[in-house]
Every structure is written in structure tokens, then in C-alpha cells.
């Protein structure tokens, strides 16, 4: 006989129910819900197909079951459930071996009741997710959407237990949920690039960036009414044209939208190699950009470009987001003083200028932010606290390039309390200190200064360059060894170098024993660049991305070889690759920035097989896609995690970033939780008896990373491997943990008594790009097709 099929839903319905044996699915199956179920005559939601009070649980017809009281060896029938306890309920109160009461629900096997309202996870306290089919379902997104999916509401219920160590949930009625991890093989170091934006390589060189990108969701693209984490990020930098690197530039925000990069706006008048900072800082929803003007003023533009507010002209060089004073009030930190988030206006300036660079960090131990200096500590109403007097040259140097001594803030004795490190960029120096209340002054030096160039002579330089007098760039912080203690890198005129954190803080190492590692590079021009780490391969050792004047390169952690290295001139500044995930395809990416404007300098020239300077911006991958996963931000020059959510809120409160397990670090980013986290996709089928005859698959994630969106799910009929394939259809969101989504398989003639059916998800498996942690569980039950007979 020939079946004729038809598609007609979506629908979101993450966890919800409970686990009653003997029984089958009354409504969403894995994906829950509060109406009953399509076999007999619940709320299917917006495609008809799958409410359910009752995890995995399915009604049917039948006589026998009377609410409240004792029942036999279980089943559903008309009246209700018999649990696990032998007792009969209404089929939205039955849980596991008991009734839920009023107006609780069954949330894996335990009776609870809802939470607050919310349209998304983020909106729920820690340790709860948003459950959707609690909530009412809406009319599916403008098609035009980027990445569609109904807005739909819920309520938040309690994240589930995590299950004993060698056990898993079960997929037909889980109670709990598995460590779920990937490790994928490393067998090579292979950046291929992925994206570019630019190439302008004659002049005017319009596209030339010597400036550090920032990465942060500016707009909706999943058309769930938020910016949020789940929206692809938008790369924001800023460009000049002619080599006129002071003069008035354009301030660009480009995303990667289905696997090409569009431009999403620009806007001018920005000064292009002054810094950046992104984040929600103006109390409203969304995310805005901060950014220093060629006329001196400061503009902040919301999330499309637009002007926000602009100030007069003050001091600005590279802005910092943060709640400084707890208040829930966000402000912008320059070097001009203490702006409030929302208006731009004054708050307070600070009592002393500012003798370098800063970062905003609670380096006191009062609870409370900082604005730390190289030199100096200024709590959040401006005042100078501590003056240690080291690398300390007034109000920069006297450069248009603002070379500075640099901090960098992270607890290299491990006691709980944070050090400062510095970078002398004037006498190519590092050094280290700490606040101490006790001390003289109010801090002591842990580390005198030590000369960055190591044993690599200045005169790699020429006389007369800066990188032959001074030098040293922004430092980061991170585990370069893999012994627990963070470790320093830097980058000067003559070479790259990585501290031994534990060495620094040894008063019996000598300078020179403090240096792990040392390789010539070059960049006798600014010797200032900065540089950003990542553990792309999830083994607890941090890698290097640093890019001089020619090129950018992969240094091993431990050892600074050169595990790969691309093309990409620069005549430099203070600008540094970043690492985030910028295409939400669950791997981190390496975002370059580069300009050709000077390539006409034999110094400034990298010949790539085709030309011989880069302009713009490119994002790299792994090759073999086996890059860890990391967070989908990088908010300013300063980043160090705890400063930013990945959805872009500045946190009232900061948690210290070296009090945070697996952090302890410094422009590192670093996904929370597992870096090879992975999805588990599993499945279950039902009839749906109201309305048309239909087969109602449910798809829920039980990892712990997204899973993609246009996983396949094949409707089998038949005991398996099936007789005959009913039909495919593909899921149509990404699905994160806890998540599932309902697909319907409309058939007429409807499917009838003696017919069996199951479900298939992720059927072939073939997605290099992402792999499951499971894939014994992708198949679902066989379950009757029938209508009418309990399940």
C-alpha cells in the first residue's frame, strides 16, 4: 500500500517527566510536557505533536486504572497511570512510584514544582534549565531569520543529578545524566583558514586592521527575542586606510552567517588602533561596543551600529567593562577616568594619573574591583590606594604608539591571593609584585626586574628602533608546563619568552633561570605586540598564538617549538591574535588581523605563495577539526573570563578569576566545564491518534555540548533493521543539554494494529565536525503504531 507523508512540525521540549515502568511515552516521549499525549488527545504543542506530563511515559485507552487507588502490575488506560508504586494517578501526576500533587510536576523521577517563567536557561538560577514544554508555544520566527526557531516559554525546573560513576541514564527514562566526552586524536598541528574579510593589498589598503578583535553576540540570529550565547558572534574591529593608523578609521562588525562572512554595519570616525570593549553595559537588553574616537571623545554604539552615547574629549586608549562598585550598575574604565555604562557620564576621576596601561581586578582582597596599573591600585571611586613606584613613567611614554608597562594579574604561589605582573616595556624588563597591607608602602616585590631578551642580543634590532632599546608587550598568563602553576609570556623586539611562574615567585632562582623558553621573532618596530594562549588540545598544557611583524605562529607550551606558523604581515602595535568559537560550530578558532601598507619593508613581507603581504581579518580552524571547544566571546584587550558571561552580561560581583577551577590565567580563553564535552542525541517515536494519524519522534541531547542542528531522524516500520523506511526528516535547531525538539510524520493511511515502528537519530553518523559521546542509544524503542490499546 502506498503511505503518503507529510511534514508539519517543530516544536522545542526539553526535559520534563518522570519514569514509570511498564509504561510508554503519553506525549513529547524524551521531550516531556504538562497535556497528555498525541495517543490520546493531550496538547501536541505548535505541530500538534507532543506534550507529556509523564517522562517517556505514553497514554492510551483502557479501563481498569482508579485514581487513587491501588492498581495492579502497572499500565495505562483511560483513567491513568499505574506507578511503579502501584498506584493508580492521573496521568500528569504520575512519578516514578508516586502521585505528584497539586501543582507539581515529574522532573526524572522526582515530583517538583515549576519555576519562574523564562525563554531561556540563562534566565533560571544555577543548577536549574528552562523547560519548555511548560510553557505556550507561539507562531513559528519570520522565515527570514537567520536561524529560525520558535520563541517559545517555559518554566525553570532542577537540572538532574549526575549519575554514579560507570552508570548511564537510561535514554527511555533517565533519571540522571552521564559525563559525556569526546577526545579526539591530535595527530598534527594544522590551522587551514576558514573565513577572511579584506584583502585590500594596493592602496588605499582600506582593509588594513593593527588592532585586537573583539567577539561578541551583537544581534539576534536565532530569533528567540535575545541576544544571547546561542546567537552566532559578531567580530567587531576597526580598519584604517593609507597608513593613517591615528587618523579617523571605521569601526566594522562582520559575522559568519551559513558558512560565508557578511557585514553586518560600520560606522566612522573611530580611532582604528585604540582598543575596543564589548558587553551589555547599559542596563538594557542587548549588547553594546565602547571605543575610542579619532577627536578624542568616547562613543559607545548599541548592538546595530547605532550612536549610544558620545562623550567630550578625554583620555582613552584601551576601555574595560566592569560593575566596579557591585551595584549592578555597569561602568567603563579609561584612562581618563570612570564613565557610567548607561550614559557616558563622569562617575569619577582618578586622584592620580594613571602611569601605564590597566586591568580591572579585586588585587586588595576586599571584595571589591580594582583598577591596577603597572605600578599602581585604584579602588572604584578613583582613589589611589597603593603607588609602588615601578615602571612608572606618568602618563605613557611619549609615543603616538602608547607603548606602556603592562599588568596582567594571577596567584602564582597558589595561597589564594593575586600577584601583579608587569612588563617594563621602556627598559625591556618583567618584574612582580603584590598588594601587602603589612608592607612598607603597602606592597612588596616578589620578583625584581628581569630582561625579557633573555640571551637574544638587542642588536637582533636595529640602532635607532625601538625594539633595539626597549620592548615588551601585553603579558599572558597560563599553565605553559602542566605542573598547576600559571606561567608568563610576553612578547618583546627580539623574541618571544615564557616564565616560569613558579620560578618567579623562588627566591633562590636567578633571573635568568626564571625563563622556561625563548625564540627570536621579529618585530623591531612597535616590540610591543601582545599575544593570547589556548589549550587547543584539551591535554592541560596552554599553546602559544603570537604574530610578529611577518607571521603568526603555534608555539608548543613547554618547549616554544613552532608547531605551525601562516603568513601575516602587520607593521605592528599592541594588537594580538584572539581564540573563540566565532561560527558556533562547537571548536575554537584563531582570529588574525593584519595590514599592507608597509609591506614595501623587506621586514614587513611574508610571501604566502601568492602574495606577499595580508590585509583584514581571517578565522582559522583546525584542519581535522579536532580543536577543542571554547566560549563564543572575547570582549576587550583585557579579557581574562570571569570579566564577561558568554552572552555578554558583566557580573555584579566578579569571581576571581584565579580562584576558579581550571582558570588561574590571563588572556586564556577557556570553555567552563569539559572541553570535550559532547552531544548524545537519543530518540523516541510515537503515535499521534488525534487530529491526522501521524508518528511523533522526539530528540533530546543528553551531552553536555550542543548538538548541531540537521541531525536526521528515520522513521522505521517494522522490528529492526525495518522492512520499510517511512521517512526522514531533519532536526531544525541546535539542541543544547537537556534540550530535545519534537519532529511530526504525518501517514495516511494511518498505521494500524500489529504495526510496529521505531525511531533512528543521527542515522550514518557522517560529521567530521562533531562526534557524539554515544551512539548505542540512538535508536529508539520499537513501540506499536497502533491507535486505541494501552502502550
Request: hydrophobic share 35%; with cysteine; charged share 15%.
Amino acid at each position: 500500500m502506498r503511505r503518503f507523508l507529510v511534514v508539519t512540525s517543530l516544536f522545542f521540549a526539553p526535559f520534563a517527566g518522570c519514569s514509570c515502568s511498564d509504561t510508554e511515552p503519553d506525549g513529547g516521549g524524551n521531550g516531556g510536557g504538562t497535556a497528555g499525549s498525541p495517543a490520546n488527545g493531550g496538547n501536541g504543542g505548535a505541530d500538534g505533536g507532543g506534550g507529556s506530563t509523564g517522562q517517556f511515559q505514553q497514554g492510551g485507552a483502557g479501563g481498569g486504572c482508579q485514581l487513587g487507588a491501588p492498581c495492579g502490575d502497572g499500565g495505562a488506560t483511560a483513567q491513568g497511570i499505574c506507578t511503579e508504586g502501584g498506584v493508580c494517578c492521573a496521568a500528569e501526576q504520575a512519578c516514578g512510584s508516586t502521585c505528584c500533587g497539586g501543582t507539581e510536576v515529574c522532573s526524572f523521577a522526582s515530583c517538583v514544582e515549576p519555576g519562574v517563567e523564562c525563554t531561556d536557561s540563562t534566565e533560571c538560577p544555577d543548577g536549574e534549565y528552562c523547560e519548555y514544554s511548560l510553557g505556550e508555544p507561539v507562531d513559528p520566527p519570520d522565515p527570514g531569520c537567520i536561524a529560525g526557531a520558535p520563541l517559545t516559554t517555559g518554566r525553570c525546573l532542577p537540572k538532574p543529578p549526575l549519575c554514579p560513576n560507570g552508570t548511564e541514564p537510561d535514554p527511555d527514562n533517565p533519571t540522571c545524566y552521564a559525563t559525556c566526552e569526546v577526545v579526539p586524536p591530535f595527530p598534527t598541528f594544522t590551522p587551514a583558514l576558514k573565513f577572511s574579510w579584506g584583502g585590500q593589498l594596493a592602496s588605499p589598503f582600506s582593509t588594513d586592521v593593527m588592532m585586537t578583535p573583539v567577539v561578541l553576540s551583537l544581534d539576534d540570529d536565532d530569533c528567540d527575542g535575545k541576544v544571547t550565547a546561542r546567537d552566532i558572534p559578531e567580530i567587531i574591529f576597526s580598519t584604517f586606510t593609507s597608513g593613517a593608523y591615528t587618523a579617523s578609521g571605521v569601526l566594522h562588525a562582520i559575522s559568519v552567517v551559513e558558512g560565508a562572512v557578511i557585514d553586518k554595519w560600520s560606522a566612522t570616525g573611530i580611532h582604528p588602533t585604540k582598543q575596543l570593549a564589548a558587553g551589555d553595559f547599559d542596563g538594557q537588553p542587548g549588547n553594546e561596543v565602547v571605543g575610542c574616537m579619532a577627536d578624542g571623545t568616547i562613543r559607545a554604539f548599541a548592538g546595530d551600529g547605532s550612536t549610544l552615547w558620545t562623550t567630550g574629549a578625554m583620555s582613552c586608549f584601551m576601555p574595560s567593562i566592569a560593575d566596579l562598585d557591585g551595584d549592578g550598575a555597569v561602568e567603563i574604565v579609561v584612562e581618563g577616568g570612570i564613565l557610567d555604562g548607561a550614559t557616558g557620564a563622569l562617575e569619577n576621576s582618578f586622584s592620580a594619573a594613571l602611569a601605564s596601561s590597566f586591568v580591572v581586578s579585586d588585587v586588595d582582597g576586599d571584595g571589591e574591583l580594582d583598577v591596577v596599573t603597572g605600578s599602581q591600585v585604584f579602588h572604584a571611586d578613583g582613589t589611589l590606594v597603593v603607588d609602588t613606584g615601578v615602571a612608572n613613567v606618568s602618563s605613557f611614554y611619549a609615543t603616538g604608539d602608547w607603548k606602556s608597562p603592562w599588568p596582567a594579574v594571577a596567584d602564582f604561589d597558589l595561597d589564594g591571593s593575586p600577584e601583579v605582573v608587569v612588563v617594563d616595556n621602556l627598559n625591556h624588563q618583567l618584574l612582580v609584585w603584590r598588594v601587602n597591607a603589612a608592607a612598607p608602602g603597602g606592597f612588596e616585590i616578589v620578583r625584581a626586574p628581569v630582561d625579557i631578551n633573555g640571551t637574544i642580543p638587542p642588536s637582533a634590532c636595529a640602532v635607532g628602533s625601538w625594539g633595539n632599546t626597549h620592548g615588551g608587550g601585553p603579558p599572558t598568563i597560563a599553565d605553559f608546563t602542566g605542573d598547576g602553576v600559571p606561567d608568563v609570556a610576553t612578547a618583546g623586539g627580539v623574541g618571544y619568552v615564557v616564565f616560569d611562574g613558579a620560578d618567579l615567585l623562588n627566591p633562590n632562582a636567578g633571573g635568568a633561570e626564571t625563563i622556561q623558553w625563548i625564540v627570536p621573532t621579529v618585530d623591531c618596530s612597535s616590540a610591543s605586540t601582545g599575544s593570547t594562549v589556548f589549550d587547543f588540545n584539551g591535554d592541560g598544557v596552554a599553546e602559544v598564538v603570537y604574530g610578529d611583524q611577518q607571521r603568526i605562529r603555534v608555539y608548543d607550551g613547554p618547549t616554544g617549538d613552532v608547531l605551525a606558523e601562516f603568513c601575516n604581515t602587520t607593521a605592528t602595535l599592541i594588537e594580538n591574535p584572539v581564540v573563540a568559537d566565532v561560527d558556533n560550530d562547537g571548536h575554537a578558532d584563531i582570529v588574525a588581523v593584519s595590514n599592507a601598507y608597509a609591506a614595501g619593508s623587506p621586514t614587513i613581507q611574508c610571501n604566502d605563495g601568492v602574495n606577499s603581504a595580508q590585509s583584514g581579518v581571517r578565522v582559522f580552524g583546525a584542519a581535522d577539526g579536532t580543536w577543542v571547544r571554547t566560549r563564543r566571546v572575547w570582549n576587550q584587550h583585557a579579557y581574562h573570563v570571569t570579566n564577561v558571561t558568554e552572552d555578554g552580561a558583566i557580573p555584579a560581583i566578579e569571581a576571581p578569576n584565579w580562584e576558579q577551577n581550571g582558570l588561574n590565567n590571563f588572556r586564556q580563553n577557556k570553555q567552563p566545564g569539559s572541553e570535550f564535552g559532547a552531544p548524545d542525541a537519543v530518540v523516541k517515536v510515537e503515535p499521534r491518534c488525534t487530529g491526522d494519524y501521524a508518528l511523533v519522534a522526539t530528540v533530546r541531547n543528553l551531552g553536555e555540548a550542543v548538538l548541531p542542528a540537521g541531525v536526521p531522524v528515520a522513521f522505521h516500520l517494522g522490528d529492526p533493521p525495518g522492512e520499510e523506511l517511512l521517512g526522514t526528516l531533519n532536526t531544525q535547531t541546535a539542541l543544547y543539554p537537556f534540550e530535545a525538539e519534537t519532529l511530526t510524520l504525518e501517514i495516511s493511511p494511518a498505521l494500524g494494529n500489529g504495526d510496529v515502528v521505531y525511531a533512528v537519530v543521527d542515522e550514518g553518523g557522517v560529521h567530521p565536525e562533531w562526534a557524539e559521546c554515544r551512539t548505542d542509544n540512538n535508536q529508539s524503542e520499537v513501540v506499536s503504531a497502533a491507535c486505541g490499546v494501552p502502550q
